[in-house]
């Protein structure tokens, strides 16, 4: 409500000549002005204030996020005391005292799974996230590929099935001869050739479950983990026993060590260590065959083709004539073909093509038919196909180059 005039304190008496009203009326509004003066300055300084608090606060958040966004470390916190509190990394297993921020302080307890920086320092709690466990591992119970899926590798075939397959179905047969079964099979070849299939049709044979892991991901997607998730790997295979464990890429936790010691190879380094003794702790293990892959044999650690470990080397090759007539034959089994596709000309004409070239040759062979109205495939849609894919992959190559 807005005052009144006769609500107002009046600063002279009632009786005050017209003169003296107007005096005291001036001397009022002086004291006033005084007062706004003041009031004004105290503003300024408040402003002042509150910007140099928002530009802390900008450092702040900016400063934040850049420790977010370097590599961060992972560690679980051991117990929280009121110096701080203590925290084991994974990877290196060292202990350290720590601080965190009050809020962190909140979220975290014994036993939380954390992210620290570079000074070690808790910037966040990772309990909530997804197990990486799950993220890392690809668990199937019963893969679904058999053998006759696979074209053209029939040697490779029999030499995986008699190193995992016969150990994991027969165990005796070892036992009773007196020798250990193969410990590890690597798989090494040109991608796209059925090593991946190879390692899936050997576990759903066996009925075991496959366990899947990448070492790319392994040394890129969770920095600081690559040792635990090792451990984890196995225990997994263990906890799903009869087991396949298939680990794709594994040139990239076992390739040669080079004479740079930045922390990431000490890092690539200590994961190989534990794959290495796990490898080494086989006979324990029971029924858990390890399958590798790599498309890069020249790399690899020689540690890692110690006897006792991967102690076969299978090699796998892009598939000859006949391998790809094969392949060819394998996926177009549900295709409506026209009389004029012949496999062994198409083998003949693609030649080059891996396994994988193969499936999407097929694949977009039925989308020219598709595009031209037709349900029947014919010779000239596979021609057709492989130039289109030919071409795509050579584009690849090119921005790869000039990336
Ligand atoms: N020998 C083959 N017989 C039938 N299909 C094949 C064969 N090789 C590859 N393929 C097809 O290509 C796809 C990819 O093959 P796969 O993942 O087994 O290759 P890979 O050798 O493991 O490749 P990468 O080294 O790139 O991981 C398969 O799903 C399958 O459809």
């Not at 197990?131 to 679904?144: I, Q, W």
């Not at 693609?350 to 694949?363: P, Q, R």
Request: charged share 35%; proline share 4%.
């Amino acid at each position: 409500m807005t005052d009144t005039v006769d609500d107002v304190d009046q600063p002279y008496d009632t009786d005050a000549s017209q003169q003296e009203k107007i005096e005291s009326l001036e001397e009022r509004i002086d004291i006033l002005d005084g007062q706004n003066e003041e009031m004004r300055d105290k503003l300024l300084d408040a402003n002042a204030e509150n910007n140099k608090y928002k530009q802390k606060l900008e450092r702040l958040t900016h400063e934040n996020k850049k420790l977010k966004q370097s590599p961060l470390f992972v560690a679980t916190v051991q117990e929280m005391t009121d110096d701080g509190v203590i925290i084991k990394q994974h990877g290196n297993n060292q202990e350290a005292v720590t601080e965190v921020t009050p809020e962190t302080r909140e979220e975290i307890e014994p036993g939380s799974r954390v992210a620290v920086n570079n000074s070690l320092s808790v910037v966040t709690d990772l309990s909530d996230e997804t197990d990486v466990r799950a993220r890392v591992m690809e668990v199937e119970e019963s893969p679904g590929v058999n053998y006759e899926d696979i074209g053209g590798l029939e040697e490779q075939m029999n030499e995986v099935r008699e190193t995992v397959e016969l150990p994991l179905e027969s165990p005796e047969m070892f036992t009773d001869v007196g020798i250990e079964p193969p410990s590890g099979v690597l798989l090494h070849g040109p991608p796209g050739t059925g090593k991946t299939m190879l390692a899936k049709a050997v576990a759903n044979q066996t009925d075991a479950t496959f366990i899947k892991m990448a070492g790319s991901e392994l040394v890129h997607k969770f920095i600081g983990e690559g040792a635990k998730l090792v451990r984890d790997l196995f225990e997994v295979a263990r906890e799903h026993e009869p087991a396949v464990i298939f680990i794709d890429e594994i040139d990239a936790i076992a390739s040669k060590r080079t004479d740079s010691k930045t922390s990431g190879d000490a890092e690539v380094q200590r994961t190989m260590m534990q794959l290495l003794s796990e490898m080494d702790g086989f006979e324990e293990r029971g029924e858990v065959r390890i399958i590798a892959a790599t498309n890069r044999f020249d790399m690899l650690d020689r540690a890692i083709l110690r006897p006792g470990r991967f102690d076969r080397l299978i090699e796998v090759p892009k598939p000859n004539a006949e391998g790809r007539e094969k392949i060819f034959e394998i996926h177009t089994r549900g295709m409506n073909l026209a009389d004029d596709v012949t496999f062994e000309e198409l083998a003949t004409d693609i030649a080059e093509a891996s396994g994988a070239d193969i499936k999407a040759i097929c694949t977009e062979a039925g989308m020219f038919a598709i595009r031209d109205d037709r349900t029947e495939v014919r010779m000239e849609d596979f021609h057709e196909a492989w130039t289109k894919i030919d071409t795509d992959e050579v584009d690849a190559d090119v921005s790869k180059t000039f990336a």
